[in-house]
Nanobody, 122 residues
Framework: QVQLVESGGGLVQPGGSLRLSCEAS????????MGWYRQAPGKQRELVAR???????NYADSVKGRFTISRDNAEKTMYLQMNSLKLEDTAVYYC????????????????WGQGTQVTVSS
């Protein structure tokens, strides 16, 4: 059974930092596209950052220069380092893993984590 477990969310002041983790089990991690989505209250879920199956990265314009996505294949863990957090970064963050190998995360069927709340507030 595939499981994705996020951790690292919490309450932080504007300008602060958080690092989210997503640990996968029950699935081969390597050569799969993966990424982080977020959903704020009343808004649609949006893709924040993604890793392609061959190691490329892509970020939403709203987080470029502030967020960094990375992965550790040996530990089957994906990370999202979030710096210079803004009020508008407040959302539930979900990690996602493509079900197929060497496919695009955007167009693939995906596994999802349960989400972790990030709240940016003064």
């Amino acid at each position: 059974q595939v499981q994705l477990v996020e951790s690292g969310g919490g309450l932080v002041q504007p300008g602060g930092s958080l690092r989210l983790s997503c640990e996968a089990s029950g699935i081969a991690f390597k050569n799969r596209a993966m990424g982080w989505y977020r959903q704020a209250p009343g808004k649609q879920r949006e893709l924040v950052a993604r890793l392609t199956s061959i190691g490329g990265t892509n970020y939403a314009d709203s987080v470029k220069g502030r967020f960094t996505i990375s992965r550790d294949n040996a530990e089957k863990t994906m990370y999202l380092q979030m710096n210079s957090l803004k009020l508008e970064d407040t959302a539930v963050y979900y990690c996602s893993l493509a079900k197929g190998l060497f496919t695009s995360l955007i167009s693939s069927d995906k596994y999802w984590g349960q989400g972790t709340q990030v709240t940016v507030s003064s």
